[in-house]
């Protein structure tokens, strides 16, 4: 066997390396670098290095805004998970079903909401969602008479429902296809089997098909759990963090990339804000470790 | 073309900018420039814009005018849809414009960031005084340093549909105004007698907060949101809750008013060449008279100006070509076909712009405004603004608790930027 130089490794491996270093490893000492700073609007060019104060603010009990938003970021995800894992099931199942005609019809037509670029399909929502003009508000003024009409953008609580609502339609597709090629790597036998066995279609789904879905389950709801603590396109563009109930409080959907937009953007506040990312990098990181563990442990167990 | 002030709160969809930030840190090399006596008007002058439509066409045609008559100059036009948070990461990284295209009250904001530079060695005040009104200069001064030069002003306006309403019952008084908005309502139902956009914007208020007798903030970073002018005023606003759509924004009113179901509303220059397309037969009109304080509702005059980059090579022309595109013959221009309010004195004076309507009923508007703040601390309020706003309107606070907790966020912003 010929053995290869570790120079030529390296040389393989120089511009991959290369890349990340720049594209990814770079930006993150920065931050780094930045949070330990004052870098404001008066201080942008030219910013001195103030050590930890950036995080003292971000956790001084003063400061509420912090906790407020990381708790409003997991209720979302808590929320939304679970609904694309249901949409995701059911759309895969019914495509997946041997009765289902034109099968490949219904694959690319519900996929369409994931393709769409994302900020189109907020638009898109946002007109939906709209409380003078909005198509769901003319479906329910033909319902309910010419006064009626739901406060889908202006009330904290619809608000919120409403991002769910449209952070759904645009994610669901992603666990439908995840789902639809795990559905089709399990054995028609398995389900014959337990059929013979006299296991009826719930018994069936409950045991037979789901234990063997796990597997593609887990990651992808850890994968979009972090994706979707992240949000910034959905909420921004359709409620820009709102509504806002005083001028002391973050916003009802101002999750922790809509509030980390706005303090950087709005209001320059960089040093602040890079603190903030720092944390929350932190924060992801160990939430990802923690859930790679439990997915090892999960498959361990079911191995 | 919407509104720069509306747009900076709107067209945000920069994922990336976060990304392109950090990047943009790492390039690190800035412009300098060479002070020239005479103009070497060869090579390219980038601008960076939000123009659009026929404002853009007009303009285009004015810098290829500019272009014809010294064939070394190329002037390149780019469009950015967010363009403050393009200039804030390509500049500081050695890149971006020449010249920015932008409302005053970013020169305050872009100085402090560095990411203009001032004018002085190239534009004396004697100049700027001479040519331009009174408030395109202020608008263009900032820490005694001339920052840009300006193109034309804008202010909101009251706005009426001529078949829906006879000039002589526009009301004259706020009073006046919340009365006939009840009457009007009464008597056709599912319409509004005026819209605007009430819900949370801090720019189409400021026309009842400063005839209030309150202000948002002084340019030593003084915040006004409790005084009393400014609480009266967001009092006065709510009153419409009852005679308005349910979340007046600038798109409800806006479709509203073209759909013939308002009969007045308050908005800008930009927006009547959209309403005489949707087949509305408006006048113009200033704002009503503060009925408790006897002054006229005060709106911001923004001055649209021409910032010069901190990178820009060649600052000479491109000073010269913002000569050139502020000069009379250009504003005229403008004036006649987009009904743009000139600042260059001379162009305000010729009879051919005089004699255009909605030139001259946004005119005496503008003569009752105040000038949009440049001062950097604008950049503090506007947030807690729209928040405490938005808070009053929806009743979730009261007028007075909303506008005191927005003086507290205001005062911890400001305190911030420092």
Known sequence: MNRVPARTILAYFAPMLVGITLISLFPIVYNVYVSLTNRSLFHFRHFQFIGLANYATLFSSLNGDFFIVLFKSFLFVGICIPLFLLFGMLTALAVNHPLTRWKAFWRVSLIVPWAVPSYITAFIWKFFFNEQFGTLNQLVRVVFGPKAGLPWLSDPTWAFGSIVIANTWMSYPFFMVVFLGALQSIPLELLEAAAIDGANAWQRFWRVTLPLLRPAILPAAVLSAILTFQVLNTGYLITQGGPFTSALKPGATEFVMIYAFRQAFQLFRFGYIAAFAVVMFALLFAVTMFSLRFTRLVEEEAR | ??????????????????????????????????????????????????????????????????????????????????????????????????????????????????????????????????????????????????????????????????????????????????????????????????????????????????????????????????????????????????????????GTADQLFKDGKAAMIINGPWSVSDYGKAGVDYGITTLPTISSTGKPASPFVGVKTMMVSANAKNVPLAVDILKWFSNKDNQIKEALDNKEIPSNLAALADPQVKAIPQVAAFGAQVANGVPLPNTPYMTALWDPVSKGLEAAWTGKESADQAMDDAQTAAEKNVAQLK
Request: hydrophobic share 40%; with cysteine; glycine share 8%.
């Open chain 2, 1 to 250: 073309m919407f509104d720069a002030v509306r747009k900076r709160t709107v067209g945000v969809l920069a994922l990336g900018a976060a990304v392109s930030m950090a990047l943009a840190a790492c390039g690190g090399t800035t412009g300098t420039t060479q002070p020239s006596a005479s103009i070497n008007r060869t090579g390219t002058i980038t601008i960076w814009h939000g123009w659009e439509g026929s404002y853009l066409d007009t303009k285009k045609a004015i810098f290829d005018a500019y272009m014809a008559k010294y064939p070394g100059v190329t002037i390149q036009l780019v469009h950015k849809p967010t363009l403050d948070t393009a200039v804030t990461a390509a500049v500081p990284a050695g890149q971006g414009p020449d010249i920015i295209a932008w409302v005053d009250d970013w020169v305050g904001k872009m100085a402090k960031l560095e990411i203009i530079k001032p004018l002085d060695d190239q534009v004396s005040k004697d100049f700027l005084t001479s040519t331009y009104s009174k408030p395109a200069v202020e608008a263009v001064t900032f820490d005694n340093k001339i920052y840009g030069l300006p193109e034309t002003v804008e202010a909101i306006s009251l706005i009426y549909n001529k078949k829906l309403i006879q000039q002589s019952d526009i009301p004259k008084t706020t009073t006046d105004l919340l009365t006939f908005a009840k009457t009007y309502q009464q008597s056709h139902p599912g319409q509004y007698g005026i819209v605007w956009n009430a819900f949370n914007d801090a720019y189409f208020q400021a026309p009842w907060v400063y005839g209030f007798g309150g202000f948002y903030v002084k340019a030593d970073g003084t915040v006004g949101l409790k005084e009393q002018g400014t609480k009266d005023a967001v009092k006065y606003i709510d009153s419409f809750k009852s005679v308005f759509p349910g979340k007046p924004d600038y």
